[in-house]
């Protein structure tokens, strides 16, 4: 007997399903929100009707002066004030996606219930009963229980298995539906986590451009006019680092948002796990 058990467990495949997913909108949506960036920068905050000193010959870069609002003064904040309202741009578009796509995950109803409800039923061995309530679920802890139960079902009427090997049949197939779960909720999170970091520098960035440029000009004119654009050109220069210390934030708040509602999905899967090798283990020594 001990030289046939390799063999029967060999035989048993996995019947979890890798989910094809496009993730075009990692590489569109950024170059989509830069380029929205620079026409916000372009068309709105630096529109001529703003300034009471337009540029006629407008182009990429019109020298527009007098700025009319607050949101035209962003607007001689320079170059980098375009890429940085694209990142919040990039922020606004994958906290929707991922809130989207982690509420979907999550499921119907409490999670602690959807598992009580899964125990009482595999308690009074009606598995069909416990996957109809992965069906009601909806979410990845539902995905990766009725993942589990067609194994814990498949193993109920298996006999060349013992039930240590079925237990280990069970576990791993909870482990490969967890593995195609996971990287589902985790993705794009990155984009978040690298512009909470890269907005405050660009932020600095721009200030420092703006700086070198207003004390160039002060050290070309001179005189009380040189003070005032100075002045003019630091608060300009600042709102660089408004912008920048804005997009990060959020950035850093949504990030950490959504990694803890993973983690407490991630705690359901794992429950779910324990639940149906604990439960088959008991019932069908």
Not at 122 to 149: P, R
Not at 241 to 256: C, D, K, Q
Request: net charge neutral.
């Amino acid at each position: 007997m001990a030289e046939t058990k390799p063999t029967a467990t060999a035989k048993a495949a996995t019947s979890v399903q890798v989910k094809k997913r496009s993730n075009a909108i990692s590489w569109i949506a950024p170059l989509l929100c830069i380029v929205g960036g620079f026409l916000i920068w372009r068309f709105v905050a630096g529109a001529a009707s703003g300034f009471t000193n337009p540029d006629p010959n407008g182009g990429f870069w019109p020298a527009h002066q007098g700025p009319k609002g607050a949101f035209n003064k962003m607007y001689e904040g320079g170059i980098v004030v375009p890429i940085l309202i694209g990142n919040l741009l990039v922020v606004l578009v994958f906290v929707i996606e991922r809130f989207l796509t982690i509420s979907k995950a999550a499921g119907t109803g409490n999670n602690d219930e959807f598992i009580r409800k899964v125990q009482y039923h595999l308690a009074n061995k009606n598995v069909d009963a416990a996957l109809s309530e992965c069906d009601k679920q909806k979410g990845s802890v539902g995905n990766v229980m009725k993942a589990g139960l067609r194994k814990y079902k498949e193993m109920i009427t298996d006999t060349e298995l013992d039930t240590e090997q079925k237990v280990l049949s069970i576990q791993k197939e909870v482990e490969e539906a967890t593995a195609l779960e996971l990287p589902m909720l985790e993705k794009n999170l990155v984009f978040l986590s690298t512009i909470a970091s890269v907005a405050t520098l660009l932020g600095l960035f721009g200030t420092v451009l703006g700086m070198i440029r207003s004390f160039s000009k002060l050290g070309d004119e001179g005189g009380g006019d040189a003070a005032r654009e100075l002045s003019k050109g630091i608060s300009e220069a600042l709102y660089n680092t408004a912008l920048g210390i804005g997009t990060s934030a959020i950035a850093i708040i949504m990030y950490n948002v959504f990694t803890t509602k993973i983690d407490g999905i991630t705690y359901g899967i794992d429950e779910s796990g324990f639940t149906l090798t604990q439960s088959f283990a008991s019932l069908y020594k």
